[in-house]
């Protein structure tokens, strides 16, 4: 509450923020049958409604039943092959819940109307310190088609961006585990494994956390003719 009042009182239109996933749905579906607990995520939506602020939803982080590696990376784990199909059914629930004409809004005539239209796709996916232990291009590209063709079946003109690209330019490995994933390298095999991508993403997001400004608009500049080379020049 205290960071929501600096924030408007600062003026912010709208923050990202992580609904997440081992929170909402703590035990795996039993029979295709999902449990989802909403009262955390509820709060959040109905503090950012009562102060006006828009609620980019960023949703994340492997619950320890759906991870391949959960034992030694946390919340931090590949989401096993398996369960791409759980993320993507969260993703859908967060859009029927919270986005245009979603049932939270139904049942909550009292607050002002703010729903979800931005949507996030994970964060930092081509480096193991949010993909761990090592990141896997054709994995997250199989959850973002699916999140991308859910969340556009309930909105149209909702938004789906790429999950914040750290900016590396090179790909690195340590001990034989492959550390972090070239941005544009990753994009490219997104792309390359589900193709219908190209036309369904909105946009990508990149993190370009130089402390030089140049160096920051450089890197934007490169990604941008990455992008319009990949087939998404389209998207922001």
């Known amino acids: 509450d205290a960071q929501l009042d600096a924030m408007k009182a600062a003026g912010i239109d709208w923050a990202r923020v992580e609904i997440g996933w081992p929170e909402i749905e703590r035990n795996a579906p039993v029979a295709g049958q999902h449990t989802y607990s909403w009262a955390i995520a509820d709060r959040l939506v109905t503090a950012f409604a009562r102060r006006g602020v828009e609620l980019m939803a960023l949703p994340m982080a492997t619950p320890s039943w759906a991870g391949a590696n959960a034992a030694s990376c946390g919340r931090r784990s590949e989401v096993k092959a398996e369960h791409v199909d759980d993320y993507v059914a969260f993703v859908e629930a967060i859009a029927a819940r919270y986005g245009e004409n979603g049932g939270f809004w139904a049942a909550h005539p009292e607050l002002p109307e703010m729903p979800v239209t931005r949507y996030e796709i994970w964060n930092e996916q081509n480096w193991s310190g949010f993909w761990c232990d090592e990141p896997n291009p054709e994995r997250y590209a199989e959850m973002l088609a699916g999140a991308a063709e859910a969340i556009h ?84």
């Open 153 to 236: 079946a309930l909105d149209p003109d909702a938004e789906v961006i790429v999950g914040g690209l750290v900016a590396f330019k090179t790909s690195s490995a340590q001990n034989g585990v492959v550390d972090s994933i070239a941005a544009d390298r990753f994009l490219e095999r997104v792309i390359a494994h589900e193709p219908e991508l190209a036309g369904s993403v909105d946009a990508v997001g990149f993190h370009p956390y130089d402390n030089d400004p140049a160096m920051n608009l450089s890197s934007i500049g490169w990604l941008r003719q990455r992008m319009n080379a990949l087939g998404l020049s389209g998207a922001e």
